[in-house]
């Protein structure tokens, strides 16, 4: 079955930097564009970022700051965010999608459990 195993959160200071990885099993990773999304205390999950073979995407309030990437021969997706800021406390999910037309996306499999992100002096 699908498993998507979200590690590399933690508590850091503002203007910090963290690393997230994502290891994706169950399905063929290279197929697929893969995303990282976000979920606030009271707020809806959100899309942060994706990527495909050859292109990526952010959401606007991460552009500059944060970037994504893949290794296809570690089924592996990372999320490197810098000048974190505190509107970027969250758990953070990782999920294969599909790009429709009109560019939204689709989220394919079941999330896993994330990891928190906790911006704060």
């Known amino acids: 079955q699908v498993q998507l195993v979200e590690s590399g959160g933690g508590l850091v200071q503002p203007g910090g930097s963290l690393r997230l990885s994502c290891a994706a099993s169950?399905?063929?990773?290279?197929?697929?564009?893969m995303s990282w999304y976000r979920q606030a205390p009271g707020k809806e999950r959100e899309l942060v970022a994706a990527?495909?073979?050859?292109?990526?995407h952010y959401a606007d309030s991460v552009k500059g700051r944060f970037t994504i990437s893949r290794d296809n021969a570690k089924n592996t997706v990372y999320l490197q965010m810098t000048v974190l800021k505190p509107e970027d406390t969250a758990v953070y999910y990782c999920?294969?999608?599909?790009?429709?037309?009109?560019?939204?996306?689709?989220?394919?499999?079941?999330w896993g459990q994330g990891t928190q992100v906790t911006v704060s002096s």
């Open positions: 999920n294969a999608v599909l790009i429709l037309r009109g560019g939204s996306f689709h989220v394919l499999h079941p």
């Open positions: 169950g399905f063929t990773f290279s197929s697929y564009a």
């Open positions: 990527i495909t073979g050859g292109s990526t």
